[in-house]
Structure formats: structure tokens, C-alpha cells
């Protein structure tokens, strides 16, 4: 059975620290402090941004993936409504039930177990209402806390390919990571 994605409409999810929801054009200011920052996109698969008519490209993309289906962004927003990070579904299969997933997170509220807590309601989401089967991740070898906030989400590590990326000129290899609908299930069981 195909996975039944058209349009997303506009959704939230609540975590205990979290609200995720809806990007949307005000959101261009936050945007561009988080992907302007060179030291946070250094594993990243493009270079930061340089320009704030970036983020408005970005965001209207963002709302045209909303629309066509193809890529579910969600901005992670503090109780005080700053926007820390954004979390994405994208690259959608529908006939296969798999997408990948892909996050960033500001860097002044890095190692507070945000990004763990943000990932674990989209993983949620993706394997409850939007039925997929598999979600897969591309991290670069070198992003360490990376790699390990997917283990802990119970992803597995499932490839190295090589030089897959060309980014400022430097090419780079890929660890793949990969989760299954049944091991999450039987991880969150166990953790109950
Ligand atoms: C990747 C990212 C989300 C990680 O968030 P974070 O808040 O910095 O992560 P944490 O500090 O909680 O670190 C995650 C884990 O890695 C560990 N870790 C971090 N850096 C480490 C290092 N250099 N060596 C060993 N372990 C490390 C932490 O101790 C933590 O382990 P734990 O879960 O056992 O406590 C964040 O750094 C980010 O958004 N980076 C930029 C964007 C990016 O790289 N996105 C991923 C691309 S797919």
C-alpha cells in the first residue's frame, strides 16, 4: 500500500522542553542565525548562509515542500518562542514507506539534550501517522555528536560511502544510518 502523503497541513507536536510546528516567513530572522553560522553547518552538506535573502528562499521552499508533500520541516520553539533549531522528513519514497531525516540545532543551546527530544517526536510522528516503514539519516564521518544522538535513538549504523558530498571544495564521505518502524517500537516498549 503507497503511503498516503499530499500536502502537509499544519501541524504541531509538543515535547516536555518543545513546541514543533509550522515554519513560516517570520521565521527568516531565526533562520538565517542558525545557518549562518559557519561552525554549525561545518558538517553540513552546503556552505552557510550569506545572505538574509537565503532564508527567505529556504522558508519558501519550506512552504512549497508543505504543499507538494515532499519534505516535513518543523521549527523547534522555546516556551519564550525562540526558534532553536528546525528537524526534517524529506526525500520522501512513498511506494518504499521511507524518508530521510535532517536537523540543526542553534549553537548556543547545543549539549542539553534538545535535538534528542526534538528527533524522538518526529521519529514518532513519521512512524505513527505518516506510516513509514524505515527513516534514514547521512551524517558526515567526523560529526561525532551526531552519530551518537542517532544511536541513541536507537538508528543503526548501516554504511560508509564514500566521497559523497562536495562542500566548500572539499569532498566527503557519508555514514548511513538507518531505523526501522519495528526496532523503534520494540526500543520505546522496552523503555516503558
Ligand atoms: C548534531 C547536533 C544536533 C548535536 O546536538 P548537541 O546538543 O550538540 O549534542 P549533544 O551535546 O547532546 O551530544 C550528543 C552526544 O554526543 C556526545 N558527543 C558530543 N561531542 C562528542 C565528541 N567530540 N566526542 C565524543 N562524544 C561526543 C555527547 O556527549 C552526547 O552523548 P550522550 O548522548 O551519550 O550524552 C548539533 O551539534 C547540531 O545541530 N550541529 C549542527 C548541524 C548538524 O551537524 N546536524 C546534523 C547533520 S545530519
Redo the contacts with the bound molecule.
Keep these: 500500500m503507497e503511503i498516503k502523503i499530499s500536502a502537509f497541513h499544519p501541524l504541531s507536536l509538543t515535547t516536555p522542553r518543545l513546541l514543533l510546528r509550522f515554519v513560516t516567513p517570520e521565521d527568516a530572522g531565526a533562520l538565517f542565525r542558525l545557518f549562518s553560522d559557519a561552525e ?1 553547518l561545518r ?2 552538506s552546503s556552505g552557510p548562509w550569506l545572505h538574509i535573502a537565503q532564508a527567505a528562499d529556504n522558508i519558501e521552499q519550506t512552504l512549497k515542500a508543505y504543499q507538494d508533500g515532499t519534505a516535513l520541516r518543523l521549527a523547534m520553539v522555546l516556551p519564550d518562542g525562540e526558534l532553536i ?1 528546525t528537524v526534517t522528513l524529506y526525500d520522501f519514497d512513498r511506494r518504499n514507506h521511507r524518508c530521510q531525516i ?4 542553534a549553537r548556543p ?8 527530544e526534538a528527533l524522538a517526536a518526529l521519529i514518532a510522528h513519521g512512524f505513527g501517522a505518516l506510516e513509514l516503514h524505515r527513516i534514514e ?3 558526515h564521518p567526523d ?4 552519530g ?2 542517532l544511536e ?1 535513538l536507537h538508528f543503526q549504523r548501516e554504511g560508509h560511502l564514500r566521497e559523497r558530498w562536495f562542500v566548500g571544495g572539499e569532498i566527503s564521505d557519508s555514514i548511513i544510518y538507518g531505523l526501522l518502524r519495528k526496532d523503534w517500537h520494540a526500543a520505546i516498549h522496552r523503555t516503558q
Excluded at 143 to 146: D, F, G, L, V
Design positions: 554549525a558538517y553540513w533549531g535532517g536537523y540543526m540545532l543551546h547545543w549539549g542539553q539534550r534538545y535535538m534528542q539519516a547521512d551524517i560529526n561525532i555528536a551526531s551518537r544522538i541513541g
